[in-house]
């Protein structure tokens, strides 16, 4: 039987814990994130609803990993005239934002565009982003985000 040394012992220990947190966030990412492989109706008089400060709210539809490996994550929001869901940010994930009614100001990395009902906005990775309500109405907007997200790689405006 061969004895370690304090060298060897504190490489062992260290490639264990490293081997454990692996494993750790694999584990939670894959029970975290469900798996998408089923083809589902989601009613929208069935999502659930959660309000917000600004007088808005959203809908939650749905969360997990599509057969082919992509992160998929889709919500629908409502934003009274002149309110911002958030400020203008960037994360890794890339969005696509589609207007249901009413009028939206994209501000795509300092340009600012007008969006109205059925009008498509491509947020890319890491590109700094946000919308406002500016019509007279509140806007309906549905939102898909493709891609995994660090919260590192967030940051805000």
């Not at 994130?33 to 709210?57: C, M, Q, R």
């Not at 969360?63 to 490996?69: E, N």
Request: charged share 15%.
């Amino acid at each position: 039987m061969t004895t370690m040394n304090r060298r060897e012992m504190l490489l062992a220990v260290s490639a264990m814990a490293a081997i454990s947190a692996i494993s750790a966030e694999a584990q939670t990412k894959s029970t975290a994130e469900t798996a998408l492989s089923h083809s589902t109706v989601y009613p929208f008089d069935k999502l659930p609803i959660k309000h917000s400060a600004n007088g808005g709210a959203s809908r939650a539809v749905l969360r997990g990993v599509l057969p082919t490996g992509e992160s998929i994550e889709m919500h629908e929001t409502t934003l009274p005239p002149g309110q911002m869901p958030h400020p203008p940010h960037r994360h890794l994930h890339s969005e696509l934002m589609m207007v249901r009614t009413g009028t939206l100001e994209i501000n795509n990395d300092g340009k600012l565009e007008s969006m109205g009902p059925g009008g498509v906005f491509l947020a890319a990775s890491n590109v700094m982003h946000g919308i406002k309500c500016v019509g007279d109405t509140p806007a309906n907007y549905f939102v898909i985000a493709i891609g995994v997200e660090s919260p590192s790689q967030t940051s805000a405006k």
